[in-house]
């Protein structure tokens, strides 16, 4: 099952038709992230390519049969850098070092430009990147409650989601409210709810 925040290698013909913006590179391999939302049409995915600036971000539905290769976040969780020497001391290469210590037994994933990064061996991340972390989980239960409690000023400066069956959601929003209604990222958009898992 493919869904947002995975990585996805496509056939470059599903450039084919599509006006790209001129920031767009040529590359040997051709990778997007997928992004939530509805497809137009039942066979299709919606993805998005990245650009080097934090701006350029252009997004585009394509065929599910363009999909060569999908990458799923927890897959990166053991991988590093193709240029770890140079990015040994990026604060966002710290906490995911930070991370991979403390999620070691738990089931939790890579997004954001390390994730694209990890995934793709392509030099994203920059001193000044953040840390996207996703941690799944379809209950209350199911998160390491214990070790968010115990590192609660490391999780909270990261950009932490819950992934659940139901869409994603803010850690931080979780733990100040975990019984009243939360901004719950959904395909059909986002929705203020308590039915979040």
């Known amino acids: 099952m493919i869904r947002a925040h995975d990585i996805v ?8 038709n599509v006006e790209l913006p ?7 391999q051709l990778f997007a992230t997928v992004r939530r939302g509805m497809p137009l049409e ?9 650009g080097r600036e934090r701006q350029q971000r252009f997004g585009f539905e394509t065929t599910l049969n363009k999909v060569e290769e999908v990458i799923h976040p927890w897959e990166l969780v053991t991988r590093n850098s193709f240029r770890e020497a140079e990015v040994t001391e990026y604060s ?13 037994n738990h089931h939790w ?5 390390l994730g694209f990064e ?4 392509r030099a994203t991340i920059k001193p000044s990147s953040d840390l996207d972390l996703l941690l799944y989980a379809n209950s209350a239960a ?3 409650m214990e070790i968010i409690k115990e590192n609660l000023a490391f999780f909270e400066k990261l950009d932490t989601q819950i992934i659940s069956q139901k869409g ?3 850690l931080k929003e979780f733990l100040s409210q975990p019984s009243k209604k939360i901004l719950l990222k959904t395909n059909e958009g986002p929705k203020l709810t308590t039915e979040i898992w």
């Open 22 to 28: 001129e920031w767009v590179e040529e590359t040997d």
């Open 92 to 104: 966002v290469y710290q906490q995911y070092r930070e991370a991979q210590l403390l999620l070691k």
């Open 118 to 121: 990890l995934a793709t061996q």
């Open 109 to 113: 994933g890579v997004g954001g430009s």
């Open 42 to 50: 039942a066979d299709s995915v919606l993805v998005g390519l990245r």
């Open 9 to 16: 290698l496509l056939d470059k013909t599903a450039l084919k």
């Open 142 to 144: 199911e998160l390491p």
């Open 168 to 170: 994603g959601f803010v």
